[in-house]
């Protein structure tokens, strides 16, 4: 409908013709473009077939986004990687399968760990400056935002905490600050939890570093306050229920107002993630994917629009994409993804801070680097 207005002044008439503009909607979307893939086996060959095959369990960027630090199971490989060419620098091996890696705030080291119960910290040489010995294999591992601490968890159930502020880790103490207790076990005659039964999949941090978030094989996601532990406090705070399965993942989104978790299946229940609210424990969305056979990851986009969602398929290959969902679309109720990325056997994601990259890692060997566009529409 169009409206027309006079205005009158003296010898003068001013005509205005004005229409009726429409609500419009804006619309987001994201796409993602190969920049390049590069296998975890020195025959650059897919390992799906053989027996044990080159998994490659964890990578991420380096603070300033020049160089992405990989590790794998099957061949038991760590290995640096310039970013933007996917040119292999160097290449070392643990003595057991590597699981998890990350780097120090500063970009001067990485700390990986795995089945051989052991943290290592390497330089960007290739030489391993540090060890930290641990009771069991650890499965994940992360350094607060300040870089005074590095948080590990074990398949003891343990999440040890360990004092980093030194600039140089040779000065690291070998003993962990904190020692959390995750696991349901943990009143056993012996002290110690049943090695095993409450593995420690992956850690993360607030923001403020005030809390860590953890995902357990005993179905529990824990947060725990750090100004609280210590004195024989564990400074449990939450338990985030939900899960039927192995935790296998977890992440805070940008700003700690969310908590993403997925699961294994386990007793009939089939694989599924979940969002709860950080500080209340509220469960907000809970999604299952029955085609996965085990939800190996979940990591936000760094705008915090967006849930990136991945496994291992099944044994038929009849499925395991890469889910990416709104989150305001999953607190609404929205069940279907926004896209499907149609790459297989996920093991790992990691984001460049902009949110302009990404590296995923693959239970098939790969190593691959994403180029990440976001556009807003209106519609």
Not at 118 to 129: A, K, S, Y
Not at 151 to 178: C, F, H, L, M
Not at 222 to 237: F, H, I, P, Y
Not at 309 to 327: A, L, R, W
């Amino acid at each position: 409908m169009k409206r027309i207005l006079f205005i009158l002044f003296p010898g003068f008439v001013f005509l205005f013709v004005t229409g009726c503009v429409k609500n419009k909607n804006q619309v987001d979307s994201i796409e993602f473009k190969p920049l390049w893939v590069k296998m975890g086996d020195e025959d650059c060959v897919l390992d799906m077939e053989v027996y044990r095959p080159t998994s490659v369990e964890s990578a991420e960027f380096s603070p300033d986004e020049k160089l992405i630090a990989s590790v794998s199971k099957g061949d038991d490989s760590i290995r640096l990687w310039e970013a933007d060419s996917g040119r292999q620098i160097w290449k070392k091996y643990a003595e057991d399968e590597t699981e998890c890696v990350t780097f120090t705030r500063d970009g001067k080291y990485f700390a990986t760990g795995g089945e051989d119960k052991l943290v290592r910290i390497w330089n960007l040489e290739g030489e391993v400056v540090k060890q930290l010995e641990h009771v069991a294999s650890i499965e994940g591992l992360r350094f607060s935002h300040n870089g005074n601490y590095l948080a590990t968890g074990n398949e003891a159930g343990q999440v040890n905490i360990w004092d980093t502020k030194d600039k140089n880790p040779a000065n690291w103490s070998s003993e962990p600050r904190y020692t959390l207790i995750h696991g349901h076990d943990q009143d056993l005659p012996n002290g110690k939890p049943e090695y095993g039964h409450s593995d420690i999949n992956q850690v993360d941090w607030t923001e403020d570093d005030k809390y860590i978030v953890s995902a357990s094989r005993n179905t529990q996601v824990k947060l725990w306050e750090v100004d609280s532990l210590g004195n024989g406090r564990q400074g449990l705070k939450i338990v985030y229920e939900g899960h039927h399965g192995s935790s296998k993942c977890v992440r805070l989104s940008p700003g700690d107002s969310l908590v993403a978790s997925g699961c294994g299946r386990r007793d009939g229940y089939q694989s599924g993630f979940g969002l709860w609210d950080t500080f209340t424990g509220k469960q907000l969305a809970y999604i299952f994917l029955p085609k996965l056979r085990v939800l190996e990851t979940v990591e936000f986009t760094p705008n915090g629009k967006y849930l990136l969602v991945g496994g291992t398929e099944f044994e038929d290959k009849s499925d395991g994409n890469t889910y990416i969902y709104k989150v305001n679309e999953l607190i609404n109720g929205k069940t279907e993804p926004a896209k499907v990325l149609e790459v297989h056997h996920q093991e790992y994601f990691y984001f460049s801070k902009d949110g302009s990259k990404l590296v995923s890692s693959h239970q098939d060997g790969s190593l691959r680097v994403w180029e990440v566009s976001y556009k807003s529409t209106l519609e």
